[in-house]
């Protein structure tokens, strides 16, 4: 036991540093009642977009919780639709409804509670991205759930997306490791990376393997979760959330065209090489054969 409090100690205190680390660069938004409401720029208009649309967004959470976590969310817009539909969890929804779960028509690249929304990831086309938004509202109106909601370590807004992308595996979407309560599976130990794409263990959310052809490889300790990406060459760690990490360049260079040369050089080359006697030095060798014979 005593080692297990020691690694709990260990995490506790590099918690702290990185939620120091991260204040001081002030990744918590702001005071969202002085910050901006103009959204990112994200989104296309639906009025010169006719195409169907599905977005998934992210942004840090108000206050000091910001400095560990972001709330995420998706929007879509089906072909020919007017605007953009929004499904997200709003915890404090649970105070008059008995659902978490908010479809409605807000900006889906506004800012959530002054903070800049980032995407995440971003599906366009006819037919098939129509038939994806109709799973997803499926997903939405049969989210588990609907009636609870607990901030660490879920299930939460994060826990929300994440029960939708994992069955869009088209998405391909990459949920932050910021995205507290994303590992938190539906009454299960094993089950699909929040991507739809490879695989997790997860320990209600609270410790959790992942490894996934989006997500790199992660390992979540408590919700602080640490990784690597090979295939975006990002490093994750808590509180930053995903940093990107130059690699060395280690792809093969292309073959050299080979130039002919030219016909003399062959010839000369090819008689350095081989050196083939003349006639006067053969007829001369099978004399001297001759004399030694005799």
Known sequence: ????????????????????????????????????????????????????????????????????????????????????????VVGWRLRWADSVVAIGGRRPDGPWYGARAELLADARGGDHVDRLIARIDRLAQTYPYAGKYTVWPGPNSNTFVAWITRACPELRAELPPTAIGRDY????????????????????????????????????????????????STLKI???????????????????????????????NEATIHAWPTSAEQSERLREAHRRAA
């Open 1 to 88: 036991m005593s080692r297990v409090n020691r690694v709990w100690s260990k995490l506790r205190m590099l918690g702290l540093l990185l939620a120091a680390a991260g204040a001081a660069l002030g990744l918590a938004p702001r005071d969202w009642r002085s910050a901006s409401l103009q959204p990112a720029g994200l989104a296309p208009d639906p009025a010169t977009t006719p195409e169907a649309v599905v977005q998934v967004y992210g942004a840090r959470v108000s206050g000091w919780r910001g400095i560990f976590g972001v709330h995420t969310w998706i929007a879509v817009k089906p072909s020919n639709a007017p605007a953009f539909t929004v499904y997200e």
């Open 185 to 232: 599976l539906h009454r299960a130990v094993f089950g699909t990376a929040p991507s739809g794409r490879g695989f997790q263990v997860s320990l209600f959310g609270l410790i959790a393997l992942t490894a996934s052809p989006v997500e790199g490889l992660e390992l979540n300790l408590f919700t602080m979760t640490f990784g690597f990406n090979p295939f975006t």
């Open 238 to 268: 808590p509180v930053f959330g995903r940093v990107a990490v130059p690699m060395p360049a280690f792809g093969w260079r292309p073959a050299r065209r080979a130039v002919p040369l030219p016909a003399v050089h062959v010839v000369v």
